[in-house]
Nanobody, 124 residues
Framework: QLQLVESGGGLVQPGGSLRLSCEAS????????IGWFRQAPGKEREGLLC????????NYLKSVKDRFLGSRDNAKNTVYLQMNSLKPDDTAVYYC?????????????????WGQGTQVTVSW
């Protein structure tokens, strides 16, 4: 019933930019905080940032805080992750997740719904 679908992943060269989208269905994003996570092969899923209900970004991961920016368009029921100055270490599957709260969380268990993920590969 509650679904999130990520899109926008693909292959990008180092230094390039990419914008990911996360579209919600079955619920309205207005009442949810959206977290962006990523998982590289052999590594645990890590939280990157939250797109808060007012649309601001709450950063968790220092390696991306100056390069990644979240935003939302509640009219489209969609949140975004703008990724700039991409590095090979950014290669991972990127996920969005929804949390019905006014607060961000870095814990996976705090989120109610997850998307299927979209692959981002940063390489020549």
């Amino acid at each position: 019933q509650l679904q999130l679908v990520e899109s926008g992943g693909g292959l990008v060269q180092p230094g390039g930019s990419l914008r990911l989208s996360c579209e919600a269905s079955g619920f309205t994003l207005d009442d949810y905080v959206i977290g962006w996570f990523r998982q590289a092969p052999g590594k645990e899923r890590e939280g990157l940032l939250c797109v808060m209900r007012p649309g601001s970004t709450a950063n968790y991961l220092k390696s991306v805080k100056d390069r990644f920016l979240g935003s939302r368009d509640n009219a489209k029921n969609t949140v975004y992750l703008q990724m700039n100055s991409l590095k090979p270490d950014d290669t991972a599957v990127y996920y969005c997740a929804a949390r019905k709260s006014a607060y961000c969380s870095v814990q996976r268990s705090a989120f109610d719904s997850w998307g299927q993920g979209t692959q981002v590969t940063v390489s020549w």
